[in-house]
């Protein structure tokens, strides 16, 4: 599991999936409390209705104290992302405007944890929430902002947790045998990536795609494996994009491979 943390050192972004929506709830708490003590302002977004949740946390006197001067937020998920296909450009702006307020009133920064599970109940839903978990991903590393994604196993299933998962810098472990997401100029991917879970990367990359036409550069310093069908799908990525995937990684194999099979529109560099 990386670490996740921005260039700012912020906590970043991350995933947690969970059975039990009690213990995703008291993880957030810790994690809003961290936030408090940082000197951010904090939002929960909760599957429950607001005044239960604002009941509960009322009981831990930091948590009250802080709902009570506006220092920290619960709301519900249609509420912060509305009930339907998420626009991404409208939540970002959204966001924009929360941090800014947040330093405006002297804050640090702002922190949100949110149980994400109704908005990718349905296919179109996910696809668009998906989109947006790697664009917020992006949007983070340059705003003092950070977050972290909660989904209920119980209700999606692991096949879709791991598509979400794995566009995070950070997940729980299980979750996703890799991570794609955003960095300086381009991608980093982490992790494994083998026969198993092909089919989730070559979505993840289209998922986190630019759509801007050209070359891609990918830091996989932190790759463990990769096997050739992985391979294929970034040299059909690239060929997408008219451009030529440049991965940076230590993997021998993955040099070899990409010979052996003649994927020419990957590039094969030395990490570091």
């Known amino acids: 599991m990386t670490s996740g943390a921005t260039a700012s050192g912020r906590p970043g972004h991350a995933c947690w999936s969970y059975d039990d929506p009690a213990i995703f709830e008291a993880r957030a708490r810790e994690f809003l409390l961290a936030g408090l003590a940082a000197g951010d302002r904090v939002c929960y ?7 239960l949740v604002v009941e509960r946390w009322s009981s831990t006197p930091r948590l009250r104290e802080a709902l009570h001067s506006g220092a920290a937020e619960i709301a519900s998920a249609e509420h912060m992302y509305g009930d339907g296909i998420l626009a991404h450009d409208a939540q970002l702006a959204s966001y924009t405007t929360t941090i800014e307020a947040a330093l405006a009133d002297g804050y640090a920064g702002w922190r949100i944890a949110a149980d994400a599970t109704s908005l990718v109940s349905d296919p ?20 003092q902002m950070s977050a972290v994604c909660g989904y209920d196993r119980s209700r999606l299933g692991g096949p879709v947790i791991e598509e979400l998962a794995c566009l995070h810098p950070t997940s729980d472990p299980g979750a996703s045998l890799f991570h794609l997401y955003a960095g300086d100029g381009g991608l980093v991917l982490d992790g494994e990536l083998d026969s198993s879970n092909q089919d989730v990367f070559a979505t993840a990359l289209r998922r986190t795609d630019s759509g801007t036409p050209g070359d891609l550069l990918i830091d996989a310093a932190d790759l463990r494996f990769v096997d050739y069908r992985s391979l294929v799908h970034l040299h059909r990525h690239a060929a997408r994009r008219h451009g030529e995937v440049v991965l940076r990684t230590d993997l021998g194999p993955a040099s070899r491979l990409v010979a052996l099979l003649g994927l020419t529109r990957v590039r094969v560099e030395a990490a570091g």
């Open 45 to 51: 977004v909760s599957p429950e209705p607001v005044p």
């Open 124 to 143: 179109q839903r996910r696809e668009a929430f998906a989109r947006y978990e790697h664009l917020v991903d992006r949007f983070m590393r340059t705003r």
